[in-house]
């Protein structure tokens, strides 16, 4: 069972055994959404199920509760069923942008309570490296029953209760330092921050190769930061990338840490609320 990342050789030997396993293939691009869609008509892995940012992996929109808020668990978990996702099936979500849109993807299964869930390492070109090979025909896995949803696997917190403990636990932020900083904001109607975060972009957990950096050196990394994983509030623009820290995190042994899903859009939608920059 793989809960955090999985190698493209392994998923390759996973699926040529014939093994339960479901793939999501998450690819966007914030700034052309249709992006995505017209990747996985191009070629994707076969089996693969695409599934939309904005369509599958967010709820609606109220216009202050951020660019991508989290899902009703109850559609959630009919959309799982759909996919074919059921108790103890593995479930590998893949990107060609890094992993941001696979790890929101891996954080809302987990979040629904399914555990056997992992990010394709390296995406669609770790996979076409180890001799994997790209189909153009569209998946249609078995559905499912709606997944059955516990209790929330993975912690939360809301904006009312983060800015009344502002200070007193630590957030991190992961956008691109320019945008933490203030210097452009090129999605959200307020540059600038959470006063009192600190910044890890994203990016950062991934080596030159496009892979994640191995466990120990997130371990490190993250430990620098100082404060413990259960402490830990994770941010972002949307509530999107902020997951792909949550994941390095996981990987690393420290697991335990906050989304706040709403994240910066749904944060400077209220003027009332503290901005810093710099």
């Not at 941001?100 to 070109?125: E, F, I, N």
């Not at 307020?190 to 892979?211: E, M, Q, S, T, Y």
């Not at 509530?239 to 859009?265: D, R």
Request: aromatic letters at 8%; proline letters at 9%; a neutral charge.
């Amino acid at each position: 069972m793989h809960t955090t990342l999985i190698d493209a050789a392994a998923l390759r030997a996973r699926l040529a055994a014939g093994a339960p396993t479901v793939l999501l293939d998450c690819g966007f691009d914030l700034a052309d959404t249709g992006a995505g869609e017209r990747a996985y008509a191009a070629g994707h892995l076969p089996g693969a199920v695409y599934v939309h940012l904005d369509r599958d992996l967010s709820g609606a929109k109220t216009g202050r509760n951020g660019r991508h808020p989290l899902p009703d668990r109850a559609e959630f978990a009919r959309r799982a069923g759909r996919w074919g996702i059921a108790p103890g099936v593995q479930v590998v979500c893949l990107d060609a942008q890094g992993g941001p849109y696979a790890a929101r993807a891996w954080w809302l299964l987990r979040w629904l309570g399914h555990t056997p869930s992992a990010v394709l390492d390296g995406g669609p070109a770790a996979w076409l490296e180890v001799g994997g090979t790209l189909t153009t025909t569209v998946a249609s896995p078995p559905a499912q029953p709606p997944y059955p949803a516990g209790a929330p696997a993975m912690p939360t917190i809301d904006a009312p209760a983060l800015l009344a403990v502002l200070g007193r636990r630590p957030v991190l932020d992961a956008r691109a330092a320019e945008r933490f900083r203030g210097e452009v904001e090129p999605l959200d109607p307020v540059a600038g921050h959470i006063p009192g975060a600190l910044n890890r972009f994203f990016k950062d957990n991934l080596g030159p190769d496009g892979r994640f950096r191995p466990a120990a050196e997130l371990r490190a990394a993250f430990a620098a930061l100082g404060g413990a994983p259960g402490q830990w509030v994770h941010q972002c623009g949307s509530g999107v990338t902020a997951c792909h820290n949550l994941l390095a995190m996981e990987h690393a042994g420290l697991a335990g840490s906050a989304l706040y899903p709403g994240s910066w859009s749904e944060w400077c939608a209220d003027p009332a609320r503290p901005v810093a920059c710099g």
